[in-house]
């Protein structure tokens, strides 16, 4: 699979989405990038040296917003390609992986924080 492949999947997991998310995806931009910048990980609290990031969210969470919320530019969830190509060389394994990941980014749009996605697990 190449980054073409994994925008195929990531396609595929957000149209299995159930309706009812689906529909609550308001102004979120998905897109996939090769890898996150350095800035990226700071911002995250993590160690580029040492740390791993697959996905990234980047907005204000639908439970944060007032109904005043001017959603001005979209939120936006980056899956990150290359990270996901080294660590999972199977197929099937990478398929798993990138879908969990979307389902993660997706729970963080809706407020949930990193531990509650884990007991989900995601």
Do not use: C, W
Request: no cysteine; charged share 35%.
């Amino acid at each position: 699979m190449d980054k073409n492949g994994i925008r195929e999947e990531v396609a595929r997991v957000l149209d299995k989405l159930p309706r009812q998310f689906r529909k609550q995806l308001h102004n979120v931009e998905v897109v996939v990038q090769e890898r996150p910048g350095e800035e990226l990980f700071l911002d995250a609290g993590l160690d580029p040296e040492y740390d791993t990031l697959y996905g990234l969210y980047q907005g204000v969470p639908l439970p944060d917003r007032s109904s005043l919320y001017p959603p001005i530019l979209p939120d936006k969830i980056t899956i990150f390609s290359e990270p996901l190509l080294r660590d999972f060389p199977d197929p099937d394994e990478l398929r798993e992986q990138i879908r969990t990941t979307v389902l993660h980014e997706i729970a963080h749009y809706f407020g949930f924080d990193d531990d509650e996605i884990d007991k989900l697990g995601y």
